[in-house]
């Protein structure tokens, strides 16, 4: 994590104050909440969902408020549609792009919008607009930097097809097990961020397209911006033109840059951070060790996966040898990932400086292990010569799950242990955890 930018922390998050009426002759307040609506040749359905916002919010919403309609590139009569509705309403503006991509059309409006809660919606109105003043009241309040509908949660009602629910869960679980995402779902088209996080958060976006979303859900995420989650009715909409395996494979190479550009550090989340003060968590609390919680999250996803990936190592490698063999391949190829992983993801060390001396301490780590899942296959040899395929898994679940503790104190105490420098303790009372990557 680079921490020599000249950006300075965020300021601590306040509850934002409804406009007061201008004077007579004196220009309109700035609306609290600017909504924008991407479209791409909408002509048919631009204008309902226009004026069926517009009337539930004006109705409903207790802050002044403004509908943007950002044309990307419509080779149909949207633009002229969007133009006159701006026209006739004045709370609507339009705004005209020369390129596609909501992803483009979403940063270059909330990149210029002055209203201080930024939002945005998919034209088909799939989600019911009841959630919207739930969705951005977090950040009107000052409770949470970034708001997201979630279809995935327990007590959302959705009525879609069999395919678009698979591949939503499908990539919600990718997210999950390669990006350690914490968020539920990635590419609702319902959410909603504070414009001063996103004046930080959009120049490291890079994607222009359906990716955008969750490329700024995981940076904002990694960089500890507080996502607030609403539970939201939405019914799928049956014309959409959204390309569902063109749409999966970018967002798959998407999930791969970031998570390169994560293990490597080389996005600057420091430009995201809040005030020491703002977060309870950066308070120093005597007897606990700081930042413990975290890294046993992180460790635990990390090592999930590791003991997935050795599993399947293993029963690759055993067709073919046997199971010591097996084990100590499968366990040596897993080995050097999880210390991979675990230095970016779990401890913040980020470059590669000193990677290869937290290798060499990894193996030794995995030599531990090895120890203990060897010794376990070898004691199942013992007990029964003829144990199933199954059983040897089992066995390995439990040795890998005391191997794991083990490994954990290991990597905390001795891999990447924490250093305390001038720049922490000059922090009255926070708790800053940079890494010795010497």
Request: hydrophobic share 45%.
């Amino acid at each position: 994590m680079r921490t020599d930018t000249p950006w300075s922390t965020l300021p601590a998050r306040e509850h934002l104050l409804a406009a007061a009426v201008g004077a007579a002759g004196a220009p309109a307040p700035v609306p609290v909440l600017d909504v924008v609506i991407p479209v791409y040749n909408e002509e048919k359905d631009l204008e309902p969902c226009v004026l069926r916002l517009h009337d539930h919010l004006a109705r409903t919403f207790p802050y002044g408020f403004r509908i943007t309609v950002a044309d990307n590139a419509s080779t149909d009569r949207t633009p002229r549609v969007a133009a006159r509705l701006a026209d006739l309403i004045p709370e609507v503006r339009s705004h005209r792009l020369e390129e596609k991509g909501r992803g483009r059309a979403l940063r270059t409006v909330w990149s210029r919008s002055d209203s201080p809660v930024l939002a945005y919606m998919d034209v088909d109105l799939s989600t019911d607009l009841n959630a919207l003043l739930p969705l951005v009241a977090p950040l009107i309040s000052g409770h949470s930097d970034l708001a997201i509908g979630s279809r995935l949660a327990r007590s959302s009602r959705v009525v879609r097809g069999s395919r678009r629910e698979f591949v939503s869960r499908a990539y919600n679980l990718i997210l999950r097990s390669s990006l350690a995402a914490g968020f539920s779902d990635a590419q609702c088209g319902f959410k909603a961020v504070r414009r001063e996080v996103a004046q930080r958060l959009l120049p490291m976006v890079e994607d222009t397209g359906w990716f955008f979303d969750t490329e700024m859900l995981v940076l904002a995420e990694r960089a500890g911006l507080r996502i607030h989650e609403v539970p939201v009715d939405w019914v799928d909409d049956p014309d959409s033109t959204v390309h569902i395996v063109r749409t999966a494979t970018e967002d798959l190479k998407g999930v791969w840059r970031v998570g390169r550009a994560l293990a490597t550090g080389a996005l600057p989340l420091d430009r995201l951070a809040r005030p020491s003060g703002d977060d309870p968590r950066a308070r120093a609390v005597p007897g606990v060790p700081p930042g413990l919680a975290r890294q046993l999250a992180g460790f635990c996803a990390v090592g999930v996966l590791s003991t997935l990936v050795h599993l399947v190592l293993y029963s690759l490698f055993r067709l073919g040898v046997g199971p010591q063999s097996a084990n100590a391949g499968a366990l040596l190829v897993s080995a050097v990932a999880n210390t991979a992983a675990n230095r970016r993801l779990t401890f913040g060390v980020r470059g590669r400086s000193g990677a290869v001396r937290h290798q060499a301490q990894g193996l030794v780590v995995f030599a531990i292990g090895l120890a203990l899942t060897s010794g376990s296959l070898a004691a199942l040899g013992t007990a029964s010569a003829s144990a199933s395929h199954g059983t040897e898994l089992a066995v390995l679940i439990a040795a890998n799950l005391a191997a794991t503790v083990l490994r954990f104190l290991l990597f905390r105490a001795w891999v990447f242990p924490a250093r305390r420098t001038g720049h922490q303790d000059a922090r009255k009372g926070s708790v800053h955890e940079p890494r010795d990557v010497r």
